[in-house]
């Protein structure tokens, strides 16, 4: 079974430039979950995916967009990058749409890590 | 507005004694709520839940306790050892949300010291 994969692990931007994160899912999960971790903060949710589709928005910009792929894997795009975009950007994958699905059921990747200067 | 608090951000403990770290939530239409620990370099993994209807919750070592009318959970860790040294986040659902939409607390790094 293959876990959820993020790439890259590190990145460097500068202000006003934009960004995309990527995230592979776990084998045999249909929805993915973006969160912002700031430093000493907990993750903050951003958005979800669930068969392709927005389900569901936190409190964050138009600047902050999402894909899901067919094959469920997902990318976070992040326009006009400002100082405070500087955060570990985490994806969650988990399999929705079925009555047993809880959010113990939620895999979580190592992260990306971006700096923006 | 911070629905789930954890208002210390770090502790230590001995090897071997209780560790208990607290979390607070101000929105009483929470009615599930988990626990996350989190390495260096690590994505969170979920260590324990409770729901509302009940006020304690076991899992060898580790125990969540909940006291609606105080709108607090602690996780208690008896006895802790080393490995256990990590963040640990109190989160909850949104209310009314599928799986995977989380309000995490700020986090409470743990050091258990041999």
């Known amino acids: 079974e293959t876990g959820v994969t993020q790439s890259p692990t590190h990145l460097i931007k500068t202000r006003g430039q934009q960004v995309t994160l990527r995230c592979s899912s776990q084998s045999g999960h249909n929805t993915v979950s973006w969160y912002q971790q700031a430093l000493g903060q907990g993750p903050q949710f951003i958005f979800q995916?669930?068969?392709?589709?927005?389900?569901g928005r936190g409190n964050f910009p138009p600047r902050f967009s999402g894909l899901q792929f067919p094959n469920y894997s997902s990318e976070l795009n992040v326009n006009a990058l400002e100082l405070d975009d500087s955060a570990l950007y985490l994806c969650?994958?988990?399999?929705?749409?079925?009555?047993?699905?809880?959010?113990?059921?939620?895999?979580f990747g190592s992260g990306t890590q971006l700096s923006v200067l | 507005d911070q629905q789930v608090k954890q208002n210390s951000p770090s502790l230590s403990v001995q090897e071997g004694r209780i560790s208990i770290l607290n979390c607070d939530y101000t929105?009483?239409?929470?009615?599930?709520f988990l626990w996350y620990k989190k390495y260096p370099a690590e994505g969170p993994t979920f260590l324990i839940s409770i729901s509302s209807i009940k006020d304690k919750n076991e899992d060898g070592r580790f125990t969540v306790f909940l006291n609606k009318s105080a709108k607090h959970l602690s996780l208690h860790i008896v006895p802790s050892q080393p490995g256990d040294s990590a963040v640990y986040f109190c989160?909850?659902?949104?209310?009314?949300?599928?799986?995977?939409?989380?309000?995490f607390g700020q986090g409470t790094t743990l050091q258990v010291k041999p």
């Open positions: 929105n009483s239409m929470f009615d599930y």
């Open positions: 989160a909850a659902p949104l209310p009314q949300s599928n799986t995977g939409k989380l309000i």
């Open positions: 969650a994958s988990s399999l929705g749409g079925t009555g047993s699905a809880t959010n113990e059921k939620l895999f």
């Open positions: 995916y669930y068969r392709e589709e927005e389900n």
